[in-house]
């Protein structure tokens, strides 16, 4: 999950992004269905997700507001759910409460 600014790219461009036309994003995403996350990778001093597909496209988060970057991973392969997200600065684990 990915709540503030974000691009999807190719090798050579930005294919689109968060403040790319609305009606570009359906037929872009749909292009996207059924590729597999090759990896997962941090970058920046405060940290922000690259998430590279199996056909070379990335997903990059950046926040452009005040705050920590507005991502969260989740982790639902096991009964107790666990994520990863930001607060001040810096990346934490938290899990569901049972």
Known sequence: ???WSWRVENERSIVFGSWSDDTLWEEALRQLRGRSV???????????LVIE????????SFMTSDGDPEWTLFDRRS??????????????EEASID
């Open 53 to 60: 597909l199996s056909d070379g496209h990335r997903v990059l």
């Open 79 to 92: 009964p107790r759910s666990k994520w990863l997200c930001v607060r001040d600065g810096r990346i934490i």
């Open 38 to 48: 090759k990896e997962v990778s941090i970058f920046g001093k405060l940290p922000e």
């Open 1 to 3: 999950m990915i709540q």
